[in-house]
């Protein structure tokens, strides 16, 4: 029996393809699915027509379908459905080795292209499916960003929640229908954004005007002095740097720091790995002041749940990090039981009988003990032990 084929997922500017191999998926293709346009210029006329339109889970079902009968599918999207696209979705319902990607260059590259910038070194937020408020911090802190805008958050709004939140002078490129005939692309200042009037689904670049952007940093395990903070209410340097390394980030996903104290697992955790949505939970209010004011400094979001758990998780959405860093076992047991599938949970305690019944749990254990160095006057220097603190840790099959 012959082997199916793998979905060809097409990227498309300005209606062409990019290389041979897109070109003959299309060609060989019984079922293409695209948007109206697409279709209308690309779908062999022998081919049945799929619609992309409307909620994209049925129209994964019918992919799924089309593909599990053994018929050859063609998905056509714009710009390289890979980024912030279609690809990701298909490769989460079906593998990723049932895809075949052929992507175009994206309306990011086509944007930075515009606006005659390299972007290398830029950071990429995306306000699709989410509010603009999310990603503010991180925008203003950003020399050099790209944000995609949406229906619900037109480049108009991110212009005004910029000057809202006191962002500096910016450089701004909006870039709408790229590659295609009516492309659009105006440049302007963050005062033209906010009164503007733009095609929401467009690409923002906004620039610091001689602000270089810094070089990729993967600095963690700042000294507790960097943050606001509580005495004695913050995971020691050493051993959050421990901790993030077990937490084993992805670039998404959600994140919960729970007993968050001064939040500084989940706002180092949102500097190394900007794209995922963390959730700092603490039930003392002076605690939970300090997490905003941390995230800020640090120009990352961290959504602040102010409450006791396991009671104030009950709203927030299911992980796939978790960081324990107060609350008892019952606590480390109902993040346990939300965690998704593949998902990774961490816990410190100072009590060896709790980080034992954690450990049965989680499966795996070390204990860290740190002597810090601190000078003795004219005598030297001699070595200062911090309490011992076990780290429990695993993933969810």
């Not at 053994?70 to 710009?79: E, F, I, P, Q």
């Not at 919960?256 to 939970?281: F, H, K, M």
């Not at 640090?298 to 927030?316: I, N, W």
């Not at 992980?319 to 609350?327: E, K, L, Q």
Request: charged share 15%; proline share 7%; glycine share 12%.
């Amino acid at each position: 029996m012959a082997e199916t084929a793998p979905v060809a997922v097409v990227g498309v500017v300005g209606g062409e393809v990019f290389g041979a191999a897109a070109r003959a998926a299309i060609a060989g293709a019984e079922v293409v699915v695209g948007s109206p346009r697409h279709l209308d210029g690309l779908a062999p006329v022998a081919a049945d027509r799929v619609e992309l339109t409307g909620p994209l889970e049925p129209i994964v079902d019918d992919i799924a379908a089309e593909h599990g009968a053994g018929r050859a599918v063609c998905v056509l999207a714009s710009g390289d459905p890979g980024f912030f696209g279609i690809g990701r979705l298909l490769a989460a319902r079906l593998g990723r080795g049932a895809l075949a990607i052929h992507p175009a260059p994206s309306s990011v590259a086509l944007a930075f292209a515009a606006a005659g910038v390299s972007w290398d070194d830029a950071l990429v937020v995306s306000a699709h499916g989410r509010p603009v408020a999310d990603g503010l911090a991180t925008i203003v802190a950003a020399p050099k960003v790209a944000v995609l805008t949406a229906p619900a958050n037109p480049p108009e709004v991110l212009g005004r929640s910029l000057e809202a939140a006191g962002c500096g002078p910016r450089e701004v490129v909006v870039a709408s229908r790229l590659g295609e005939e009516d492309e659009r692309i105006a440049a302007t200042d963050l005062a033209g954004l906010a009164a503007g009037s733009f095609d929401p689904m467009s690409v923002v670049v906004l620039l610091h005007p001689g602000v270089a952007s810094p070089g990729p940093s993967l600095s963690w395990g700042r000294p507790e002095a960097a943050f606001a903070q509580r005495p004695g209410m913050i995971t020691k340097a050493e051993v959050r740097a421990v901790a993030l390394s077990k937490l084993e980030l992805a670039a998404t996903g959600v994140l919960w720091d729970v007993g968050a104290g001064s939040g500084s697992v989940a706002v180092e955790a949102t500097t190394l790995a900007p794209g995922i949505r963390a959730y700092a939970v603490e039930r003392d209010a002076t605690d939970a002041a300090n997490i905003g004011v941390n995230a800020a400094r640090a120009g990352v979001t961290v959504d602040v749940v102010v409450g006791t758990a396991p009671a104030a998780l009950s709203t927030l959405p299911d992980p796939d990090r978790v960081f324990v860093g107060g609350g008892g076992l019952d606590v480390v047991g109902a993040c346990w039981d939300r965690l998704r599938p593949a998902g990774r949970l961490v816990a410190t305690f100072v009590v060896l009988d709790r980080a034992v019944a954690a450990f049965a749990l989680l499966g795996s254990m070390v204990q860290l003990h740190v002597d810090r160095c601190v000078p003795v006057g004219a005598a030297g220097v001699r070595l200062e032990p911090l309490n011992p603190v076990f780290v429990c840790w695993g993933e969810k099959a």
